[in-house]
């Protein structure tokens, strides 16, 4: 398998992959073929502006991006798909993946997946945009594995670009590893594309997940990237980063991504609330005592010194 023939995906993470950390990211690392936007929903008659404008062309500057979208029913996909055909988008991704309680409850995301038959609503409504590629993003099923079963005929019989797979249940949440057993049951029935995607943090589990499964089209990375952002350059140029190169990059990247967000927050209260969570995934293996001062500074001034200090003793 050669390196250039796998793409390389970076998974949506609502709160964290928005689009300055996906323009930045791009920037500052590479390694990823194509970004995908945690997902645009339809609710109470509207689209928030802050999931518009995070797809907006004017505020994205990676090459490839698949804006998400979030949909129970034909109704939702119709009005989310106006707003990504008026952004020229020529892609858009099916979230069956999502599962937070409040998306799945409105058979949102996962809470799709025991019901065939408004999945089938789904895959119908997308017939009326010829122009679009349509990618779907999924789980094995809301809380039994076997849910896909009744799913992937539908898939199968729909015009798709790709599918994307993360081998556990919704209602797992994170519990449990990812099932590759039922990943492999999968990709031997799937007639479109496959990317795997789930818990991947190094290049010898990407190496292994290639070996175990030749004809995947790619990997989507989630939160590996996030504890990792180098993690998709270092397997395309298969080249190991130093702990000291890492915490460059890093640095370089927090500071970017903090010159532009800073403006945008007012306050204390508002930059940490945006900038502490990173780093409850940026560099697992750093020292405990730095992650420590960094998540327990109670101001801008100490949380950036907190950072310089940790990213110095990297
Ligand atoms: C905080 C958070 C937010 C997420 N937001 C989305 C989302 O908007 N759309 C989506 O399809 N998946 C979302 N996911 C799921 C991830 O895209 C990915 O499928 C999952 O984390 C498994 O991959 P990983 O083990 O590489 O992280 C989210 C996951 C997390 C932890």
């Known amino acids: 398998m050669v390196q250039g023939d796998i793409k390389i995906f ?52 990676v090459p490839h991006l698949i804006p998400q979208i979030i949909a129970a029913n034909p109704e939702e996909l119709a009005s989310l798909m106006e707003l990504i055909a008026s952004e020229g988008y020529t892609e858009a991704d099916i979230n069956m993946g999502c599962s937070f309680a409040l998306q799945v409850r409105k058979y ?39 849910e896909w079963h009744n799913i992937l005929p539908i898939l199968n019989e729909t015009k798709l670009s790709h599918i994307t797979l993360h081998p556990r249940l919704g209602s797992e949440q994170y519990l449990n590893a990812a099932d590759i057993q039922e990943f492999a049951h999968f990709y031997e029935k799937c007639k479109h594309p496959l990317v795997y995607n789930g818990d991947i943090t190094t290049i010898k589990q990407i190496e292994d997940i290639l070996h175990q499964f030749p004809n995947l089209h790619g990997l989507m990375l989630g939160r590996g990237l996030l504890a990792d952002p180098t993690l998709g350059i270092a397997y395309k140029q298969q080249h190991t980063f130093t702990n000291r190169e890492k915490a460059a990059l890093i640095a370089t990247f927090h500071n970017k991504l903090y010159q532009t967000l800073s403006p945008r927050l007012q306050g204390n209260t508002q930059q940490l609330n945006k900038l502490k ?14 992650r420590k001062a960094i998540k327990k500074s109670t101001t801008v001034e100490k949380y950036l010194a907190a950072v310089n200090n940790a990213l110095s003793n990297y």
């Open 277 to 290: 969570p990173y780093w409850e995934y940026l560099l697992p293996d750093m020292d405990k005592r730095s």
């Open 10 to 61: 970076a998974a949506p993470l609502q709160g964290f992959t928005e689009a300055v950390w996906r323009n930045i990211h791009c920037e500052v690392f590479g390694g990823i073929d194509c970004y995908v936007t945690p997902f645009l929903r339809y609710e109470h008659g509207c689209i928030r502006n802050k999931d518009i404008r995070d797809i907006e062309r004017k505020n994205n500057t």
């Open 108 to 146: 949102h995301g996962a809470g799709l997946l025991p019901h065939p038959d408004k999945v089938a609503a789904i895959m119908n409504a997308t017939r009326q945009y010829p122009d679009i590629k349509f990618s779907v993003k999924m789980r094995l099923g809301w809380e039994d594995k076997h």
